[in-house]
Nanobody, 123 residues
Framework: VQLQASGGGLVQAGGSLRLSCAAS????????MGWFRQAPGKEREFVAA????????YYADSVKGRFTIARDRAKNTVYLQMTSLKPEDTAVYYC?????????????????WGQGTQVTVSS
């Protein structure tokens, strides 16, 4: 499975960005798609996840109500719509894919990772 993340950039606080993650290859082997982020000097942390089938969504408390994850099964693409961005949202954002697993926040549950896309929010 190959994942191609895009859509990052520089935005002012309060602004919006939409990230995309295009999946290709043996997509049938994946069920859970997630977004993680890593700020300088910090560990990679869970942001949001969605299941290909059913579309159940999950969010970190820090982004709940501001970020929305969605999937387009016809395009094999997952999106992360980010609104009301804050400087603390600044990080490299990674999309990830993995088999069905219950603890979607667990980074070890994902087998495939995209290359990351930088999001910078200025104050």
């Amino acid at each position: 499975v190959q994942l191609q993340a895009s859509g990052g950039g520089l935005v002012q606080a309060g602004g919006s960005l939409r990230l995309s993650c295009a999946a290709s290859g043996r997509i049938f082997s994946t069920e859970t798609m997630g977004w993680f982020r890593q700020a300088p000097g910090k560990e990679r942390e869970f942001v949001a996840a969605i299941r290909w089938s059913g579309g159940s969504t999950y969010y970190a408390d820090s982004v709940k109500g501001r970020f929305t994850i969605a999937r387009d099964r016809a395009k094999n693409t997952v999106y992360l719509q980010m609104t009301s961005l804050k400087p603390e949202d600044t990080a490299v954002y990674y999309c990830a894919a993995g088999p069905p697993h219950d603890i979607v926040v667990d980074i070890t549950g994902y087998d495939y990772w995209g290359q990351g896309t930088q999001v910078t929010v200025s104050s």
